[in-house]
């Protein structure tokens, strides 16, 4: 049987990467994309119009600050695995949007971790992406490892570093 992904962020540059390697692997891989009045699937596009995807490759529209779309896609999909990459990203746009940008990216991880257990989801594999701006200020020789500090920065980072130990709670 084959495996089923679920990408938050997919639209995204690593969303789309990952995309990609999971379906070379011969996932079958689930999208989520925010509606907008603009599209904004370049760079899916191509899986998107692949003939040969589609029984693989799906998209639903769905939105990490509700609740009530991501259960609906959660549910019906049932995933082996969540990657969520999705977030507001923009380190410059998280200080003009602070409430959003904390809304998406780090409260967003919660409710897919809140839906996953609510559901008793148990065996689904969940993946956190992360950000260098957890870190905050560049360290000596821009290099960060297990022992740097967590000191954020911005709003992003912070809403990063929450995600980050929200779900290190829920793993625990």
């Given at each position: 049987m084959k495996k089923k992904a679920l990408i938050t962020g997919i639209t995204g540059q690593d969303g789309s990467y990952l995309a990609e390697f999971l379906l070379k692997k011969n996932y079958i891989v689930h999208g989520i994309k925010?509606?907008?009045s603009s599209?904004?699937?370049?760079r899916i596009d191509h899986l998107i119009e692949d003939k040969k995807l589609r029984s693989k490759f799906f998209l639903?529209?769905?939105?990490?600050?509700?609740t009530d779309s991501i259960t609906k896609i959660i549910s019906s999909i049932r995933p082996?695995?969540?990657?969520?990459?999705?977030?507001q990203s923009h380190v410059g746009v998280s200080f003009d949007n602070p409430v959003y940008t904390a809304e998406v990216t780090g409260v967003g991880a919660l409710r897919v971790l809140e839906i996953i257990r609510s559901l008793g989801l148990k065996k689904i594999k969940f993946y956190q992406a992360t950000s260098s701006e957890l870190f905050g200020e560049k360290g000596k020789n821009n290099i960060f490892n297990e022992k740097?500090?967590?000191n954020p920065k911005s709003p992003y980072g912070a809403?990063?570093?929450?995600?980050?130990?929200?779900?290190?709670?829920?793993?625990e």
């Open positions: 925010r509606k907008s599209f904004n699937t370049s639903h529209y769905g939105d990490l600050t509700d082996d695995e969540i990657y969520n990459l999705g977030a740097s500090e967590l809403a990063k570093l929450f995600a980050h130990h929200i779900t290190k709670v829920y793993r």
